[in-house]
T-cell receptor, first 110, second 115 residues
Framework: EAQVTQNPRYLITVTGKKLTVTCSQN?????MSWYRQDPGLGLRQIYY???????DKGDVPEGYKVSRKEKRNFPLILESPSPNQTSLYFC?????????FGEGSRLTVL | AQKVTQAQTEISVVEKEDVTLDCVYE???????LFWYKQPPSGELVFLIR??????QNEISGRYSWNFQKSTSSFNFTITASQVVDSAVYFC????????????FGTGTRLTIIP
């Protein structure tokens, strides 16, 4: 079964405490991406990766890092989280815009 | 820069009514792709359709239909004979010539179907 798996699904943390949201896909797609969803703002792209070791900034990359060492994994790193990074995060993979999304990770930064 | 506008923030209709969700886009590309995604109350995002800018034919899939008009930069989505299961947030999105998955999403339209 095609899957995009994100962990954790829910997280409450405090300002400045580094965290990583993992994303793994079993569809062998080259493309992976991270989005954040905020009320009234829709989905905004944070980072994307066209292939292993190839990453690029999306529309809202500030405060985030990513790495793509393996095809299946694309972790999102918040080195020093701040309250404005409280959001619902989605990882996605796919081809030609037909994206498969993970179930989302709801992050709260206090 | 690319932009997608979904002016309807929320729509409510009574079950079995038809409803149209509007999507207007801006792009400087002559070739591009347009998409619709559905986000039901459970939260996952589901791909519905992809159209490229060369294909202006309307598309119908069951109760769903899409009207692409390049002249007005619109890609509207109509649900015929709506059902409660259609209640969701619907996102329109745009990508560039390569369809390289750098999608620009609209802000979404929350559709509520009243039984």
């Amino acid at each position: 079964e095609a899957q995009v798996t994100q962990n954790p699904r829910y997280l409450i943390t405090v300002t400045g405490k580094k965290l990583t949201v993992t994303c793994s896909q079993n569809m062998n797609h080259e493309y992976m991406s991270w989005y954040r969803q905020d009320p009234g703002l829709g989905l905004r792209q944070i980072y994307y990766s066209m292939n292993v070791e190839v990453t690029d900034k999306g529309d809202v990359p500030e405060g985030y890092k990513v790495s793509r060492k393996e095809k299946r994994n694309f972790p999102l790193i918040l080195e020093s989280p701040s309250p404005n990074q409280t959001s619902l995060y989605f990882c996605a993979t796919g081809t030609l815009g037909e994206l498969f999304f993970g179930e989302g990770s709801r992050l709260t930064v206090l | 820069a690319q932009k997608v506008t979904q002016a309807q923030t929320e729509i409510s209709v009574v079950e079995k009514e038809d409803v149209t969700l509007d999507c207007v886009y801006e792009t400087r590309d002559t070739t591009y792709y347009l998409f619709w995604y559905k986000q039901p109350p459970s939260g996952e995002l589901v791909f519905l359709i992809r159209r490229n800018s060369f294909d202006e034919q309307n598309e119908i899939s069951g109760r769903y239909s899409w009207n692409f008009q390049k002249s007005t930069s619109s890609f509207n989505f109509t649900i015929t004979a709506s059902q409660v299961v259609d209640s969701a947030v619907y996102f329109c999105a745009l990508s560039d010539i390569f369809g390289n998955e750098k999608l620009t999403f609209g802000t979404g339209t929350r559709l509520t179907i009243i039984p």
